[in-house]
T-cell receptor, first 118, second 113 residues
Framework: AQKITQTQPGMFVQEKEAVTLDCTYDTSDQSYGLFWYKQPSSGEMIFLIYQGSYDEQNATEGRYSLNFQKARKSANLVISASQLGDSAMYFC???????????????FGQGTILTVHP | NAGVTQTPKFRILKIGQSMTLQCAQDMNHNYMYWYRQDPGMGLKLIYYSVGAGITDKGEVPNGYNVSRSTTEDFPLRLELAAPSQTSVYFCAGRTRGQGETQYFGPGTRLLVL
């Protein structure tokens, strides 16, 4: 079974609108972390936001927020007020605890390509 | 600080050749990781290290080797290049006790023909 599933291969959004990128995960660990990374066409991996499994509040970083629904095992990324520069590939990733010895290893989803239209 | 750096940026190899992808960091990262990204896919972990002299396999280690003789450097070795190793390789680092974020290098694009 996939540990991280991103079901939207591509998404389109109008500039200044909000968009939600979906991510569901599968783990039996109680302690884990969820990440979103952005990969523009230039290829680098840019960290956006992190949510710990015990965090009670949804994480926010500027225009990015993570809609964390633990019971549903979902960690959707919400981008508010989209900008043309948001056009990129977005990856959801998970760090499992594996009995406390995961050493931060990440498992990535397949990504969602976001295109922002003017 | 330069962060996590990788060399070369791009390389073409012939089948059976060997090469070393270099990764260096000046951020005092304890943990370092090598990932590969195949076209249109997410990243998969090849090897990781939790400190100098300590390395372990990730999800897709076959065909690769690593070493970590110093904290700063974490080279990835391909011994007998195969077309299946055509990919983009990312090195990343993380500092224990300073949050969860992994900081990625710019990547090395490798083409095996």
């Amino acid at each position: 079974a996939q540990k991280i599933t991103q079901t939207q291969p591509g998404m389109f959004v109008q500039e200044k609108e909000a968009v939600t990128l979906d991510c569901t995960y599968d783990t039996s660990d109680q302690s884990y972390g969820l990440f979103w990374y952005k990969q523009p066409s230039s290829g680098e991996m840019i960290f956006l936001i992190y949510q710990g499994s015990y965090d009670e509040q949804n994480a926010t970083e500027g225009r990015y927020s993570l809609n964390f629904q633990k019971a549903r095992k979902s960690a959707n990324l919400v981008i508010s007020a989209s900008q043309l520069g948001d056009s990129a590939m977005y990856f959801c990733a998970m760090r499992e605890n594996a009995g406390g010895t995961s050493y931060g290893k990440l498992t990535f989803g397949q990504g969602t390509i976001l295109t922002v239209h003017p | 600080n330069a962060g996590v750096t990788q060399t070369p940026k791009f390389r073409i190899l012939k089948i059976g050749q060997s090469m070393t992808l270099q990764c260096a960091q000046d951020m005092n990262h304890n943990y370092m990781y090598w990932y590969r990204q195949d076209p249109g896919m997410g990243l998969k972990l090849i090897y990781y290290s939790v400190g100098a002299g300590i390395t372990d396999k990730g999800e897709v280690p076959n065909g690769y080797n690593v070493s970590r003789s110093t904290t700063e450097d974490f080279p990835l070795r391909l011994e007998l290049a195969a077309p299946s190793q055509t990919s983009v390789y990312f090195c990343a680092g993380r500092t224990r006790g300073q949050g969860e974020t992994q900081y990625f290098g710019p990547g090395t694009r490798l083409l095996v023909l």
